[in-house]
């Protein structure tokens, strides 16, 4: 069996169950047992988590990979702006060899010293960004970098507990908790049930569904719907804009995204009327050390904005990067978000 195909069956198995999942579930006992025993160890006061002088927000999931996490990121941190709050954004800078150190970055960070999602949201939102796999030693640097922070958004890190939050937002998509198991025989970081203990469910349909605004019951976990609506697209190598209706039509359109999720972004460019000559997935957090278009015929090639800020080096006239921004079907979230910020901070 390929890699390939057993990746598929692996991922049809993490959605639906099967053989392989059932072979593997000895080794999920063994990742609740290790997630149980680190929670423990926090409440028992083993072990200690960091707490800010600011509030902190926690964005993260429970299914692995890319559900939709930084275009939530964007939007708080745009949301909470417009509300009078100071923000800045930490994260684990995810394939890149910080040290000993965090790195703090404001405006075009490379996203070869800060990662391409930390690179991604300082550009879109302008807002100090500061990286370390250890959220506390980010956290105290940012803090330390921009004292006029008066709170801290962290992308993923809903298992970092070291880092202690005042909010927990979770981000998922279609996919839901998959089969329920923990990893390996299931998607799980931590027990679905994990989910009854946070302070938002989003959940990422991709495109807008139709239905009327709701707000909310007021029941925790807040329940909300994201989608994902296009915006024109920008030349990669250079300054042009087109509105994306223009790709629709022509022949010879191709798309690539290096995200959790490939197929989400296929499906909207399609939804738009584009039909794609290729569709491209390439892995989360692809390097783009070489070039994987050249043998492409494509007259233009569609990639997301992750993408785009690794692809400028590449110097190819054909890429066009079409950003998304997230919609929200509770028109009330963020109002309520920054009164909860203003609450006393949890133990």
């Given at each position: 069996?390929t890699?390939?195909?057993?990746?598929?069956?692996l991922?049809?198995?993490?959605?639906?169950?099967?053989?392989?999942?059932?072979?593997?579930?000895?080794?999920?006992?063994?990742?609740?047992?290790?997630v149980?025993?680190?929670?423990?160890?926090?409440?028992d006061?083993?072990r200690?988590?960091?707490?800010?002088?600011?509030?902190v927000?926690?964005?993260?999931?429970?299914?692995?990979?890319?559900?939709?996490?930084?275009?939530?990121?964007?939007?708080?941190v745009?949301?909470?702006?417009?509300?009078?709050?100071t923000?800045?954004?930490?994260?684990?800078?995810y394939?890149?060899?910080?040290?000993p150190?965090?790195?703090?970055?404001?405006?075009?960070?490379?996203?070869?010293?800060?990662?391409?999602?930390?690179a991604?949201?300082?550009r879109?939102t302008g807002?100090p960004?500061?990286?370390?796999?250890k959220?506390?030693?980010?956290?105290?640097?940012?803090?330390?970098?921009?004292?006029?922070?008066?709170?801290i958004?962290?992308?993923d890190?809903?298992?970092?507990?070291?880092?202690?939050?005042?909010?927990?937002?979770?981000?998922?998509?279609?996919?839901?908790?998959?089969?329920?198991?923990?990893?390996?025989?299931?998607?799980?970081?931590?027990?679905?049930?994990?989910?009854?203990?946070?302070?938002?469910?989003v959940?990422?349909?991709?495109?807008?569904?139709?239905q009327?605004?709701?707000a909310?019951?007021?029941?925790?976990?807040?329940?909300?719907r994201?989608w994902?609506?296009?915006?024109?697209?920008?030349?990669?190598?250079?300054?042009?804009?087109?509105?994306?209706?223009?790709?629709?039509?022509?022949?010879?359109?191709?798309a690539?995204?290096?995200?959790g999720?490939?197929?989400?972004?296929?499906?909207?460019?399609?939804g738009?009327?584009?039909?794609?000559e290729?569709?491209?997935?390439?892995p989360?957090?692809?390097?783009?050390?070489?070039s994987?278009?050249?043998?492409?015929?494509?007259?233009?090639?569609?990639?997301?904005?992750?993408?785009?800020?690794?692809?400028?080096a590449?110097?190819?006239?054909?890429?066009?990067?079409?950003?998304?921004?997230?919609?929200?079907?509770?028109?009330?979230?963020?109002?309520?978000?920054?009164?909860?910020?203003?609450q006393?901070?949890?133990?």
């Amino acid at each position: 069996m390929t890699a390939k195909r057993a990746s598929t069956l692996l991922a049809r198995q993490w959605q639906h169950g099967g053989w392989l999942s059932d072979l593997l579930l000895p080794l999920s006992r063994l990742t609740a047992w290790e997630v149980a025993r680190k929670r423990q160890r926090y409440l028992d006061g083993v072990r200690r988590a960091y707490r800010a002088p600011v509030p902190v927000v926690v964005i993260g999931n429970v299914y692995v990979g890319g559900t939709g996490k930084t275009p939530m990121v964007i939007a708080t941190v745009e949301a909470l702006r417009s509300r009078g709050y100071t923000p800045g954004v930490v994260s684990r800078g995810y394939g890149v060899k910080v040290g000993p150190h965090a790195r703090v970055g404001l405006g075009q960070l490379e996203a070869d010293r800060f990662g391409d999602e930390p690179a991604l949201i300082a550009r879109a939102t302008g807002v100090p960004v500061a990286v370390h796999p250890k959220r506390a030693l980010a956290a105290q640097a940012l803090l330390q970098a921009h004292p006029k922070v008066d709170v801290i958004i962290s992308d993923d890190g809903l298992q970092h507990l070291a880092l202690a939050r005042d909010i927990e937002i979770v981000v998922q998509d279609e996919r839901g908790v998959g089969n329920g198991r923990l990893l390996p025989a299931g998607p799980l970081r931590e027990p679905a049930e994990r989910l009854r203990e946070v302070d938002v469910v989003v959940t990422n349909i991709g495109t807008p569904d139709g239905q009327p605004p709701a707000a909310s019951t007021g029941n925790r976990p807040r329940q909300v719907r994201m989608w994902l609506e296009p915006g024109d697209a920008r030349q990669v190598s250079g300054r042009g804009t087109r509105p994306l209706a223009a790709f629709a039509g022509q022949p010879r359109i191709a798309a690539a995204a290096g995200i959790g999720n490939p197929e989400r972004f296929f499906t909207t460019l399609r939804g738009a009327g584009i039909r794609l000559e290729t569709a491209l997935a390439l892995p989360d957090h692809h390097g783009y050390a070489e070039s994987p278009f050249q043998t492409l015929t494509a007259e233009a090639i569609l990639v997301t904005s992750k993408d785009a800020i690794k692809c400028a080096a590449l110097d190819d006239a054909r890429l066009w990067e079409v950003p998304v921004r997230a919609g929200f079907s509770d028109p009330q979230l963020f109002d309520w978000l920054a009164q909860a910020l203003r609450q006393p901070a949890r133990a």
